[in-house]
């Protein structure tokens, strides 16, 4: 059983289509990430969100747009996507680590979400 | 910066035989390491993480893996392959505790009966 749930698992929308992806997390966490990943290719990290305040933007495509209203959830709106953007989007969290040398917080993923853009 | 390498996309190996999954990292101070495993339709679950208390790390289902700080790297390894291991493995540094955690490109092991 993952601490973290993702919903849908799959989605398949059409390129004028507006859709959000679901992220929710019981881990007690603070920092919540998402992550596409396509075939063959490695993992690429979207976006990352600490204590709800997006710190990371790895140059995303403005049809996609995160939105973190607590420490808890997270979700990926999406809008007029491409063909290219079909893959699965993996939700994860962590703790943020505090000021201390050594502490070593993992990433917990979800299910992740098959997305199919037609 | 940091970066990490997984040698060979695909490794195939007999039920029973001994699992070897290579990774290699770069990283200016010692870096964090981990190794995740995701079965297929599913996210990545943490296999087992290098915390600088013990050079060998022992992981879930049996794998383990050994820190070699003269050889950069962080193999896996498991004594005994079983089916249910067949996954994808992937591979991951952090520099340090904030820094962003960089996965390698993944290694597809495929258990054959």
């Known amino acids: 059983e993952t601490g973290v749930t993702q919903t849908p698992r799959h989605l398949v929308m059409g390129m004028t289509n507006k859709k959000s992806l679901k992220c929710e997390q019981h881990l007690g966490h603070n920092a919540m990430y998402w992550y596409k990943q396509s075939a063959k290719k490695p993992l690429e990290l979207m976006f990352v969100?600490?204590?709800?305040?997006?710190?990371e933007n790895n140059s995303v495509p403005s049809r996609f747009s995160p939105e973190c209203p607590n420490s808890s959830h997270l979700f990926l709106h999406l809008h007029t996507l491409q063909p290219e953007d079909s893959a699965l989007y993996l939700c994860a969290s962590s703790q943020v680590p505090p000021l201390t040398p050594g502490y070593n917080s993992p990433l917990h993923f979800g299910n992740g979400t098959r997305l199919t853009v037609t | 910066a940091q970066s990490v390498t997984q040698l060979g996309s695909h490794v195939s190996v007999s039920e029973g035989a001994l699992v070897l999954l290579r990774c290699n990292y770069s990283?200016?101070?010692?870096?964090?390491l981990f190794w995740y495993v995701q079965y297929p339709n599913q996210g990545l679950q943490l296999l087992l993480k290098y915390t600088s208390a013990a050079t060998l790390v022992k992981g879930i289902n049996g794998f383990e893996a050994e820190f070699k700080k003269s050889e950069t790297s962080f193999h896996l390894t498991k004594p005994s392959a079983h089916m249910s291991d067949a996954a994808e493995y992937f591979c991951a540094v952090r520099m340090d505790s904030g820094s962003r955690l960089t996965f390698g490109e993944g290694t597809q092991l495929t258990v054959n009966p």
């Open positions: 990283s200016s101070v010692p870096p964090y």
């Open positions: 969100y600490n204590f709800k305040e997006q710190t």
